[in-house]
């Protein structure tokens, strides 16, 4: 079983950029694929980002395609979200998530199995 724990979150103006990570122990960390989940008050978990076992096939929402970056490391045991061109829109806790099956990213929370607690985005304007 694999523990996650994300970091990186935290306050900023819109255009900002910031770096999230998702560290991972517990388990074989190349057997799982990983996604980036979003919630903000009020509204449903939606997906973000996903990243294959390897790195080599990324999968991004609709509305983050050209400023967020999904990319890991598996020397490292981590997976990271690089947010770029940030807008209040993007405010929410961002959580990561691992899928055993690891040859792609699902892109709902229902095709993952293990959960990390979430580090909070804030965007002001």
């Known amino acids: 079983q694999v523990q996650l724990v994300e970091s990186g979150g935290g306050l900023v103006q819109a255009g900002a950029s910031l770096r999230l990570s998702c560290a991972a122990s517990?388990?074989?960390?190349?057997?799982?694929?990983v996604g980036w989940f979003r919630q903000a008050p009020g509204k449903e978990r939606e997906f973000v980002a996903g990243?294959?076992?390897?790195?080599?096939?990324?999968s991004y929402a609709d509305s983050v395609k050209g400023r967020f970056t999904g990319s890991r490391d598996n020397a490292k045991n981590t997976v990271y979200l690089q947010m770029n061109s940030l807008n209040p829109e993007d405010t929410a806790t961002y959580y990561c998530?691992?899928?055993?099956?690891?040859?792609?990213?699902?892109?709902?929370?229902?095709?993952?199995?293990?959960w990390g607690q979430g580090t909070q985005v804030y965007v002001s304007s």
């Open positions: 998530a691992a899928r055993s099956w690891m040859w792609a990213p699902g892109t709902t929370r229902f095709e993952y199995d293990y």
């Open positions: 990243v294959n076992w390897s790195g080599d096939y990324i």
């Open positions: 517990g388990g074989t960390f190349t057997n799982y694929a």
